[in-house]
Every structure is written in structure tokens, then in C-alpha cells.
């Protein structure tokens, strides 16, 4: 079947570095999406990755190995706007969204 | 495995037509669904907050004549892209919500659906 598998929590201190990972394991692969959701809100993107290696956006970047199904988004900075769930999904060879369960990521001053 | 289902995948359809989108819950039971609608590479925009025998909330911008949406069952909304045009030709996508269990730490949690493409011809 098809799976991705993420974090359920995470919590990063305000200023500080948090990588959160994601690994899939789909049929066929178009690519890879990181999005954000406060609470109530509607999912934002993030980024877009299906070539290998690290695109870098401001604070935010994201790295993807597809011989390893495996992906991470990099926050650097952190704020405590960055206070959210982000949700890792997978475009598989039909086009067909596969979404991991999201990571919930809490920000202490 | 997945927790929500889409039907159809994928559908192709002439200038005019209607076209009706399903959105399942499996396994659980969703009061609210959420509809979506991805433009290439770019963030969900939210057409509409779907609620479980009542009437759909409807974003700004977003024809409720030209969308209906459905919410029959605690299982399953609809969406029907009515008198479609191509300029609706995207990428609609559900959720379905779980509310937080009361007085317990974690917010509602949404399950995201596998998309419906839709092309407009």
C-alpha cells in the first residue's frame, strides 16, 4: 500500500533549528509537497520538490532523496508564528495526492 | 492507509456539463468536510466548509450556484462543478475533520483526500 510516515509532535525552542522528516513509500512519484495549517486555516504551501536535493526558501527549505523515499523540512530561526502542523505529500504516478498525517510542531520561547 | 476517499480520480468532460465529485470518510464519522481547490504547484484554496445537514459555508468568491455542495451523510459530502467551463479545469480536493476529543490536548485533526482532476474541455 501506499504510506508516508511523519512525526506526530515535535517542539523547538524560539531561535533555534528543527528538521522535520518525512519518508513515503508510494507507486511511482511526481513529486513532493511540504505544506503549513494553523489551526483553522487553510494548508499553505511551501515548496515543491521532484529532483534530488536541497531547495532553499528563506527560512524555510526543503531536501529530497527519492532512491531513499525521503524528504525533511528544514526551519531555521525559528519564530513562534512557526507554531503549526505541516503536512507532507506525495503526487503519485497518477497524480494522486498521498498526504502524511501532518507534524505538530510546538515553539517555546 | 488512507481515511479518505475521492471519486472520481480523475474526469475529463465537455463545456457545460455537470460533473459531481464524493468525498468518503472511512472508518470515522466527519461533521465537517472541507473542499479545495489546488491551482498548479500552489496553496489549497478553500472553496467551502461543508457541515453534515445544514447548509455549506461558502468562501468569498466562490459561486454557490456554480459549486454544490451536498453534506448528506456523516460519511460522504459532494461537490458538482455545475455547467463546468474550462477555466474550472484544476485539482479539487477534500478533507474531512475529526474534532479534538473534549478537554483532551489535540486540536481537531484533518484527513486530506487523494484529489479529483478535473479537465474541462
Known amino acids: 500500500g501506499q504510506n508516508i510516515d511523519q512525526p506526530t509532535e515535535m517542539t523547538a525552542t524560539e531561535g533555534a533549528i528543527v528538521q522535520i522528516n518525512c519518508t513515503y513509500q508510494?507507486?511511482?512519484?511526481?513529486?513532493l509537497f511540504w505544506y503549513q495549517q494553523h489551526a483553522g486555516e487553510a494548508p499553505t504551501f511551501l515548496s515543491y520538490?521532484?529532483l534530488d536535493g536541497l531547495e532553499e526558501k528563506g527560512r524555510f527549505s526543503s531536501f529530497l532523496s527519492r532512491s531513499k523515499g525521503y524528504s525533511y523540512l528544514l526551519l531555521k530561526e525559528l519564530q513562534m508564528k512557526d507554531s503549526a502542523s505541516y503536512l507532507c505529500?506525495?503526487?503519485?504516478?497518477?497524480?494522486?495526492?498521498?498526504w502524511g498525517a501532518g507534524t505538530k510542531l510546538i515553539i517555546k520561547p | 492507509g488512507a481515511v479518505v476517499s475521492q471519486h472520481p480520480s480523475r474526469v475529463i468532460c465537455k463545456s457545460g456539463t455537470s460533473v459531481k465529485i464524493e468525498c468518503r470518510s472511512l472508518?470515522?464519522?466527519?461533521?465537517?468536510m472541507f473542499w479545495y481547490r489546488q491551482f498548479p504547484k500552489q496553496s489549497l484554496m478553500l472553496m467551502a466548509t461543508?457541515?453534515?445537514?445544514?447548509?455549506?459555508?461558502?468562501e468569498q468568491g466562490v459561486e454557490k450556484d456554480k459549486f454544490l455542495i451536498n453534506h448528506a451523510s456523516l460519511t460522504l459530502s459532494t461537490l458538482t462543478v455545475t455547467s463546468a467551463h474550462p477555466e474550472d479545469s484544476s485539482f479539487y480536493i477534500c478533507?474531512?475533520?475529526?474534532?479534538?476529543?473534549?478537554?483532551?490536548?489535540?486540536?481537531?485533526?484533518?484527513?486530506f483526500g487523494p484529489g479529483t482532476r478535473l479537465t474541462v474541455l
Open positions: 478533507s474531512a475533520r475529526i474534532p479534538g476529543l473534549a478537554g483532551g490536548p489535540t486540536t481537531d485533526t484533518q484527513y
Open positions: 472508518d470515522f464519522q466527519a461533521t465537517t
Open positions: 461543508s457541515n453534515e445537514g445544514s447548509k455549506a459555508t461558502y
Open positions: 508510494t507507486s511511482g512519484f511526481n513529486g
Open positions: 520538490n521532484v
Open positions: 505529500a506525495v503526487w503519485d504516478s497518477n497524480y494522486q495526492l498521498i
